[in-house]
Nanobody
């Protein structure tokens, strides 16, 4: 059973930084697509960034230059480094994973199969 557990959320002031982690387990696959998504009250879920098992990363326009997605393959852990945080970044952040035959299929729009329960990020002005 695939499991994802996020950590690292919290409250920061605008301009601050946070690093989210997502520990994954319960699968054996060489090719996957991992991602971070977020949802704030009254808004739909939106993709923040994705990363393929081959290291290719994709970012939503609103986080380019501020957020960085990475992974530690040996530990099956995904990370999201968030810098220069803004109040509009306040949301519940979710980690997600999709197993696939080849990492070339990973993109911002790939439908994820497995989700974590989320970690809250609050940015005050």
């Amino acid at each position: 059973q695939v499991q994802l557990l996020e950590s690292g959320g919290g409250s920061v002031q605008a301009g601050g930084s946070l690093r989210l982690s997502c520990a994954t387990s319960g699968y054996r696959a060489d090719a996957y697509c991992g991602g971070w998504f977020r949802q704030s009250p009254g808004k739909g879920r939106e993709v923040v960034a994705t990363i393929a098992s081959d290291g290719r990363a994709n970012y939503a326009n609103f986080v380019k230059g501020r957020f960085s997605i990475s992974q530690e393959n040996a530990e099956k852990t995904l990370y999201l480094q968030m810098n220069n945080l803004k109040p509009e970044d306040t949301a519940m952040y979710y980690c997600a994973l999709a197993l696939m035959p080849h990492p070339k299929y990973c993109s911002l729009y790939y439908e994820m199969d497995h989700w974590g329960k989320g970690t809250q990020v609050t940015v005050s002005s």
